[in-house]
């Protein structure tokens, strides 16, 4: 990519997935190798791999029937932080200067608490909300941040500016990603990518019908694609509004 100039976001959808993962992957093999390099440690290194293969092996090396129980579990552990994510939106509904948007907000956490699906234009009157104070990337405060790299499935074990920095870019890399999904189109992605998109973005689509699948991220990508950068925080927080009450309301 250096060679010829080429960025991350004017690669193909399929092109920026696979570095994507990739990267993900690399970070586990680097762990693997270090904890190697003293003598007689690999055979303590295939131990661990043994005991700790979620946490230790890429989703390649995984089971049929490990994929699905690992899945699950890291959704579980995301699904941990969305009700405080919410109760964190409802704090924020006093600081909103517009009363408009504090309407919006308010009826928005209510549905979601109330086990509502929101529909699209629902998140969307809300998106000057997360531009500037309080919800902004910039203005979250510390234990949001956290909240949300849980939700995210991302290390909340570091301090708050790597935190909200690796935030930052990881929601800026979906936001490339569904650019780049909206120009080839979700009719083009095998059953198995569009779980993966899914999943990435914060549903579980172990357990749930194609069709379904392809509805929920045509729903997603409405929303990211009207998004301008200032926004992103939105599209943060779409992990978890758009996600918590689909298999409730979508039967």
């Known amino acids: 990519m250096k060679k010829h100039n080429i960025k991350f976001h004017q690669l193909s959808y399929r092109e920026m997935e696979h ?18 390099i003293p003598p007689f440690t690999n055979y303590l290194v295939f131990l661990l791999m043994y005991l700790f293969p979620r946490q230790l092996l890429i989703k390649h090396f995984w089971t049929p029937k490990q994929q699905i129980d690992f899945l699950d579990i890291y959704d579980a552990l995301r699904k941990r932080s ?16 517009d009363t408009r948007l504090q309407w919006h907000l308010k009826d928005l956490c209510a549905k979601i608490q109330n086990g509502t699906h929101p529909a699209v234009h629902d998140i969307l009157a809300l998106r000057e909300c997360f531009c500037n104070q309080p919800l902004g990337m910039n203005q979250l405060q510390a234990i949001q941040i956290k909240a949300l790299s849980r939700a995210m499935l991302l290390t909340p074990h570091l301090p708050s500016p790597l935190l909200k920095y690796r935030l930052k870019t990881h929601t800026t890399v979906i936001h490339q990603l569904d650019r780049a999904l909206a120009k080839l189109g979700i009719g083009q992605l095998t059953l198995q990518e569009v779980k993966s998109a899914c ?17 929920w991220l045509g729903e997603w990508l409405q929303i990211s694609c009207s998004l301008k950068e200032a926004e992103l925080s939105l599209l943060l927080h779409n992990v978890v509004l758009l996600s918590t009450n689909y298999l409730r309301t979508r039967c």
């Open 19 to 36: 570095l994507r993962q990739f990267r993900r992957d690399v970070t586990k093999f680097l762990f693997l190798g270090i904890i190697s």
């Open 82 to 97: 969305h009700s405080a994510i919410i109760s964190y939106l409802e704090r924020a509904i006093p600081l909103l200067s």
């Open 199 to 215: 999943y990435l973005r914060g549903l579980n689509s172990t357990h749930i019908a194609e069709d379904r699948c392809r509805t």
